[in-house]
Antibody, heavy 123, light 108 residues
Framework: EVHLLASGGRLVQPGESLRLSCAVS????????MSWVRQAPGKGLEWVSS????????YYADSVKGRFTISRDNSKNTLFLQVDRLRDDDTALYFC????????????????WGQGTTVTVSS | DIQLTQSPSYVYASVGDRVTITCRAS??????LHWYLQKPGKAPELLIY???NLQSGVPSRFSGSGSGTDFTLTISSVQPEDFATYYC??????????FGQGTKVQIK
């Protein structure tokens, strides 16, 4: 069974950093692109970042470009999101999601999602 | 950037009703348009991929259509478990993979 488990979220102050993790099991991790999607309280889904299966190509939303860094360790079946210079509007539930091919573009959607980890930015 | 606009933002329906939700892209996304369902407190689930393909395990009352810039998600006969929020998402772009703002299907 495919399973994604996100962790690392907590309460932080503006300007601080966090590293979110997503441990996966049940599929050949390196064969698939992975993504982070967030949802602010009471709001809709916002795509944040994606990464090719090899880890060689990254994609970022304008709202996080330059502050967030996506990466993966294919030997440990783990996806990461380094979030720096956090702002109040980064407060959200962060989901990790599995892509349906090795590239996130022109694929068949995000077919498996983790339960999310909550990041709260507040002074 | 490709923007996705869903309409309506809210749908009020009774069990058994036919429900249609539209998603319009600001430029062509070919058929790389996907639909998700999200129930309160849960992670989203993929319903339809590449405009019209039913994800494995999704009931056949769900269907999708469209190409280019205009897309439709239809629930032929709404069931109690379908009252949730629905999102479209595009993966046509070379750099960003945006979501629509969501459509909440509520009990009338």
């Amino acid at each position: 069974e495919v399973h994604l488990l996100a962790s690392g979220g907590r309460l932080v102050q503006p300007g601080e950093s966090l590293r979110l993790s997503c441990a996966v099991s049940g599929f050949s991790f390196s064969d698939y692109a992975m993504s982070w999607v967030r949802q602010a309280p009471g709001k809709g889904l916002e795509w944040v970042s994606s990464l090719s299966g090899s880890g060689g190509t990254t994609y970022y939303a304008d709202s996080v470009k330059g502050r967030f860094t996506i990466s993966r360790d294919n030997s440990k079946n783990t996806l990461f999101l380094q979030v720096d210079r956090l702002r109040d509007d980064d407060t959200a539930l962060y989901f990790c999601a599995k892509g349906s091919s090795s590239w996130p573009n022109r694929d068949n959607g995000l077919d498996v999602w983790g339960q999310g980890t909550t990041v709260t930015v507040s002074s | 950037d490709i923007q996705l606009t869903q309409s309506p933002s809210y749908v009020y329906a009774s069990v058994g009703d036919r429900v249609t939700i539209t998603c319009r892209a600001s430029q062509t996304v070919s058929n790389f348009l996907h639909w998700y369902l999200q129930k309160p407190g849960k992670a989203p689930e993929l319903l339809i991929y590449t405009a019209s393909n039913l994800q494995s395990g999704v009931p056949s009352r769900f269907s999708g259509s469209g190409s280019g810039t205009d897309f439709t998600l239809t629930i032929s006969s709404v069931q109690p478990e379908d009252f949730a929020t629905y999102y479209c998402q595009q993966s046509y772009s070379a750099v960003m993979f945006t979501f629509g703002q969501g459509t909440k299907v509520q009990i009338k």
